[in-house]
Nanobody
Framework: QAQLVESGGGLVQPGGSLRLSCTGS????????VGWFRQAPEKEREFVAA????????DYLDSVKGRFTISRDYVENTVYLQMNSLKPEDTAVYYC????????????????WGQGIQVTVSS
């Protein structure tokens, strides 16, 4: 069973960058499809990005395309979300999630979730 731990969040000014990490604890993430989701106050949780377990395919929310990059490091057992050109509307709690069977934008496909980490974009 995958246990996921997010790190790298915090406060950043508009236009700045952050890199979120999702590390598998106790199990290797290489067997899993991994996605990032976010939830802003009083909003529904939304898909941000996903990566195939072979690392060969990725998917993004339209509003983050060209600004965010998802990647994985099999040696470090970690999936990253590099976030550039951050905007105030990117402010949310970000969650990583893992699935053995499916990947993509539907949160119902993911079986394992991290605890979430806050990202705040503000001047």
């Amino acid at each position: 069973q995958a246990q996921l731990v997010e790190s790298g969040g915090g406060l950043v000014q508009p236009g700045g960058s952050l890199r979120l990490s999702c590390t598998g604890s106790g199990r290797t993430l290489s067997r899993y499809f991994v996605g990032w989701f976010r939830q802003a106050p009083e909003k529904e949780r939304e898909f941000v990005a996903a990566i195939h377990r072979d690392g060969g395919a990725t998917d993004y929310l339209d509003s983050v395309k060209g600004r965010f990059t998802i990647s994985r490091d099999y040696v470090e057992n970690t999936v990253y979300l590099q976030m550039n050109s951050l905007k105030p509307e990117d402010t949310a709690v970000y969650y990583c999630a893992a699935s053995l069977t499916a990947w993509g934008s539907e949160d119902r496909w993911y079986d394992y979730w991290g605890q979430g980490i806050q990202v705040t974009v503000s001047s």
